[in-house]
């Protein structure tokens, strides 16, 4: 058995509504909840046309930048790159990967220092020693 265990009961996060008790209400007033009024055909014929109006846009953007990409390629000018594709996000380090790294590179920036420092002195002594 660890000293730190993986999952501390004070960091366990329980669920209030399993324990709760709900004795003191009526089964009545429970079942009573206000139910959502059905919108009107006008309402959901206005967020149609919306989502309508707003894909056509996309498209006709869609088809404006392959014209201008042809148009440019019939031009012999190298269109710009397509991006429509996204780029995938960097994978994220753990805790003590990022505490590896960040040691591994703090010796090497040590290790340079110090051959560096010995080029130096050896330089400095081949110069002035009169060889």
């Known amino acids: 058995m660890s000293i ?12 209030l509504s399993s324990r ?14 206000p139910k959502r009024g059905k ?3 006008r309402e959901t014929q206005h967020k149609l046309h919306a989502q309508i109006g707003a894909i056509e846009s996309l ?14 390629k019939k031009q012999n000018i190298l269109p710009p ?12 380090l753990t805790h ?3 505490r590896r790294y960040h040691a591994e590179r703090s010796i090497a920036g040590m290790r340079f220092l110090f051959l560096f420092c010995l080029a130096c002195g050896i330089g400095w002594w081949l110069i002035f020693s009169g060889i």
């Open 96 to 98: 003590a990967a990022r």
């Open 4 to 15: 730190f265990p993986r999952s501390p009961k004070n960091r366990k996060r329980s669920r």
């Open 59 to 72: 498209l006709a953007k869609h088809h404006a930048t392959e014209a201008q990409r042809e148009l440019m």
């Open 81 to 92: 790159p397509d991006r429509s594709a996204h780029k995938r996000a960097k994978r994220v």
């Open 39 to 41: 919108s009107c055909p």
């Open 20 to 33: 709760k008790d709900s004795s003191w209400i009526d089964d009545a007033q429970e079942l009573t909840r």
